[in-house]
Nanobody, 112 residues
Framework: QLQLVESGGGLVQPGGSLRLSCAAS????????IGWFRQFPGKEREGVSC????????YYADSVKGRFSVSRDNAKNTGYLQMDTLKPEDTAVYYC?????RGQGTQVNVSL
């Protein structure tokens, strides 16, 4: 069974950057597409980005396109979400999802 642990969240000022990590155990990361989602308080989960398992093609929500970048390091069994030019509206709990498995989430706060 795949287990995922997200990390890298925190407090950052607008315009700043964070890199989220999603460490996988129990199975090889290379067998899964990577999805990143976020959840705002009291709202539905929103898809942020994903990376296809077969060809590495990436997809981004319009709200993050050009600012976020998804990647993976199969040797480290870890996926990443690089977030640049962060905005207050990016404040949310971020989750990674692989094969239907989800981590516990990491909180991102963008504020002065």
């Amino acid at each position: 069974q795949l287990q995922l642990v997200e990390s890298g969240g925190g407090l950052v000022q607008p315009g700043g950057s964070l890199r989220l990590s999603c460490a996988a155990s129990g199975s090889a990361l290379k067998n899964y597409a990577i999805g990143w989602f976020r959840q705002f308080p009291g709202k539905e989960r929103e898809g942020v980005s994903c990376m296809d398992v077969s060809d590495g093609r990436t997809y981004y929500a319009d709200s993050v396109k050009g600012r976020f970048s998804v990647s993976r390091d199969n040797a480290k069994n870890t996926g990443y979400l690089q977030m640049d030019t962060l905005k207050p509206e990016d404040t949310a709990v971020y989750y990674c999802d692989m094969g239907g498995y989800r981590g516990q989430g990491t909180q991102v706060n963008v504020s002065l």
